[in-house]
Structures are given as C-alpha cells and as structure tokens.
C-alpha cells in the first residue's frame, strides 16, 4: 500500500529582472524554470516580483521601492527564503539579507543546494562541500 506523506514545502518568493539584454517574455521563462528548481529543491513559490532596471543596483540589486514591497509581502505571509534569478554578489546578498531577514539564495546556489541534496556517495558529498 502506497502511504501519503505529508510534504512541508519552504515558502519561497522569487525575484527576476527584467532590462535590455532580456525582455519580460524572456524573464517570465527564466522565473518558470527557477519555479521547477526551487520545487525540486523543496520550496513552493508563493509570489514572483519583476523590475525593470537598467542596470542592478550595486547595493541591493533591485531597487530601494522593490525591496520594500518584497519585504512588507515577507513579513505578511512567513515567507522562508527568496530565490533570485541572477548571481548575486556578496555584498548584495548581506545587504538583502539583513534588509529582508530570511534566507537569500541566488540560481546559482540553489542548483548547488539541489545537487548536495541528491548526492549519494561521500565522495559526491565531500566535492559538493
């Protein structure tokens, strides 16, 4: 008999941009495959935010208004972690951590964190960390 598991997902938002290298039918695919990759690695996306920017901010990588608003949104719905679509710096990821109080992940690390989840042999584990 197959037995129901009680799955417990991490509410996720994701954030994407959108500027003159991709366009917004370009990052609504890019935000619909990180929705399958944050599925995969055990979250459920509540929300997707959007900006158009020319360039990223260097502090935050969105806005000062967009954060804002992502942050209020966080705060309302007990939102764990926020995935966002390009690689973030160091420095972006501190700032928007401390500005949004949850775990900030970028593509990047969230294929990462797929991958050590999947790893089956230590050696695999031990290359992943």
Do not use: H, W
Request: aromatic share 8%; with cysteine.
């Amino acid at each position: 008999m197959i037995e129901k598991k009680n799955l417990d997902f991490e509410k996720t938002v994701l954030i994407g941009v959108i500027n003159q290298e991709q366009n917004e039918e370009k990052s609504k695919e890019y935000l619909d495959e990180l929705e399958f990759l944050t599925y995969t690695a055990g979250g459920e996306v509540i929300k997707r935010f959007t900006q158009k920017v020319d360039t990223p901010n260097p502090k935050t990588f969105i806005g000062t208004g967009k954060i804002e608003e992502v942050r209020q949104f966080i705060d309302a719905n007990d939102i764990g972690s926020v995935i966002f679509d390009d690689e973030l710096t160091p420095g972006q990821q501190k700032n928007i951590e401390r500005i949004l109080e949850c775990k900030i992940l970028d593509r990047t690390t969230l294929i990462l964190d797929i991958f050590a989840q999947r790893a089956q042999t230590s050696y695999a584990r031990l290359k992943l960390n």
